[in-house]
């Protein structure tokens, strides 16, 4: 019994001391290249600029071998600070670690990693690049924080000029003022080169003062410079953006929604392209909580998009070069073997610290993806559970003698073909991403027919497929139209990870290949989400068979 109380003590004790572990985490990265054609005097700076801004926090006088833009180490009772450089002939690169302590929350240390840096490209060194990490030293279990890039991002932006891409970083947001500006936005909100978010906030209509958004949008601007672009987007140009992407993925009315790299037409409107309604941000408390929100997805985004190594360096893996071209110069020169083994000792120390570093964030990252598979989890349960609950609630109303389709008005363009099945066949039928793109440009002429053809897969053939068939129905669904086989027109698409085959199609009949008078509605059912996916629609595809 004593024993056994004693176990029960000592893993007490190591929980005690596990939440004790006090473990640096990343924040966010920013990337980008600095303005100026010289890229020598432009490098030098950003180097004075960034060394003043560290001066600042270490509430001391750095020594002169850093205003000399060479390495470097000052201590100053935990706002320390260390710099290192490489200079050969390929590279110049110059890393500055910073660390700040958390004026409010105890043992909470901020930490700084800043690199500027040139490369040699064809006969002499390209412009200057800059990079930036924001880590976080704390026992905290969980960060209660609302991401910020420090202000020397704000600094560099305004004195040296930063570039994204091929437009230049502004504190500020940008507001749409002309038709000519809204077309510009488009073109970036689709640029598959993009590479940070685009948050739109709209203003609602009949707003007093037609130029602001229920989300001030300048302290979400100032957080996030270079890491997103903050647009502000006038009620009269929001139409734009609704005739070009549809009701599904345009924003407008007071709405905020991020648009992610990667967008485009026909993008699924849930994958990641959130949507902040804006009867809901007239609420401050929630105005509030959404600004947190593109706050953090900034920040998340960064450090998902911008790839360690590649396009933002370590302060430690330069440092690690570092050691490695000082220990070669010391044999080169033939340094006395107690200078080199000097050198040697305090690279193992520093490796050492490293390691130990990379093993905490291991653990950081291990227990971060047990929440996330947690919430995966939570989520597709919950999914099904709607699932469910639509079938219920659809079986309830069929044995009262009601069709819950009967009374639903079928669309007449196209235009709002997608709209009208988001709103009518959720949980049955659902339009992939490629479908979604052809009826925009769909020149086939009966839009009833097509939504009719759809409400039979959401009725009639899920039905079948929930009770226990196949799917292997060769039917006539009224006069002219066929469900069957697709044959040699058969192909395999991508679905959430897999693989599926699309082996049936709805079809009116005459073998036309006139695109005014050819429906064809490619189709597979889906075990998971218990729906039916249009893989392709309204004409015919293109294979080998055609």
Request: proline share 4%; hydrophobic share 35%.
């Amino acid at each position: 019994m004593v024993k056994k109380i004693k176990h029960q003590d000592s893993l007490q004790d190591f929980a005690t001391r596990r939440q004790r572990i006090v473990r640096e985490r990343e924040i966010l990265r920013v990337a980008s290249t600095i303005g100026g054609k010289d890229g020598k005097r432009t490098a030098e700076e950003a180097r004075t600029e960034i060394l003043k801004w560290v001066e600042k926090r270490t509430g001391g006088e750095l020594p002169p071998s850093a205003w000399e833009h060479d390495g470097f180490e000052h201590l100053a009772g935990g706002r320390n600070c260390t710099a290192v450089r490489i200079v050969d002939s390929g590279k110049d690169i110059w890393a500055i670690r910073a660390d700040d302590p958390d004026k409010s929350i105890a043992q909470r240390v901020w930490t700084t990693e800043v690199i500027v840096g040139r490369k040699r490209g064809r006969g002499d060194f390209t412009g200057a690049l800059f990079s930036l990490r924001l880590l976080v030293s704390s026992p905290e279990q969980e960060l209660q924080i609302e991401p910020a890039v420090p202000y020397l991002v704000h600094q560099l932006a305004s004195k040296c000029g930063l570039h994204l891409g091929s437009g230049q970083v502004h504190a500020g947001p940008w507001t749409v003022n002309s038709d000519e500006a809204a077309d510009q936005l488009i073109e970036m909100l689709v640029d598959q080169s993009r590479r940070v978010p685009v948050f739109v906030l709209t203003v609602p209509e009949h707003s007093d003062d037609p130029t602001k958004p229920l989300i001030d949008p300048a302290p979400i601007a100032r957080a996030t410079l270079g890491m997103a672009i903050v647009v502000v987007l006038p009620a009269q140009f929001t139409w734009v953006l609704t005739e070009r992407f549809g009701k599904r993925l345009s924003v407008y009315n007071g709405a905020v929604r991020i648009y992610l790299p990667g967008f485009a037409e026909g993008a699924n409107p849930y994958g990641g392209h959130e949507l902040f309604l804006g009867d809901r941000l007239t609420i401050p408390e929630n105005a509030s909580r959404v600004s947190t929100l593109l706050r953090q997805a900034a920040a998340k985004e960064s450090l998902r998009r911008l790839r360690l190594g590649q396009d933002v360096l370590s302060f430690a893996s330069v440092r690690e070069q570092s050691f490695d071209l000082e220990r070669a110069r010391l044999q080169r020169e033939g340094a006395t073997e107690t200078e080199q083994l000097s050198a040697a000792h305090a690279q193992i120390a520093t490796l050492k610290a490293d390691i130990r570093k990379i093993e905490e964030e291991q653990q950081w990252f291990w227990d971060e993806h047990k929440v996330v598979e947690e919430r995966a989890k939570n989520a597709e349960s919950k999914l099904n559970a709607a699932s469910y609950r639509i079938q219920q609630l659809l079986n309830q109303l069929k044995a009262q003698g009601e069709d819950p389709d009967a009374n639903i008005p079928l669309p007449t363009s196209w235009g709002e073909f997608a709209d009208w099945c988001d709103k009518n066949l959720v949980g049955r039928v659902l339009l992939s991403a490629r479908a979604q793109r052809e009826i925009k440009t769909s020149q086939f002429g009966d839009v009833g027919t097509a939504a009719r053809c759809l409400l039979w897969l959401a009725n009639d053939y899920r039905e079948r497929r929930l009770s226990g068939g196949n799917g292997n129905l060769r039917i006539s669904l009224e006069s002219g139209i066929l469900n069957d086989r697709c044959g040699s027109n058969s192909f395999q698409m991508d679905w959430q990870g897999k693989r599926v085959d699309v082996e049936w199609h709805i079809k009116n009949g005459g073998n036309t290949r006139d695109p005014s008078r050819c429906l064809r509605i490619y189709y597979f059912w889906d075990d998971s989400s218990q729906q039916v996916i249009v893989a392709s629609m309204p004409g015919h595809i293109k294979s080998g068979a055609t």
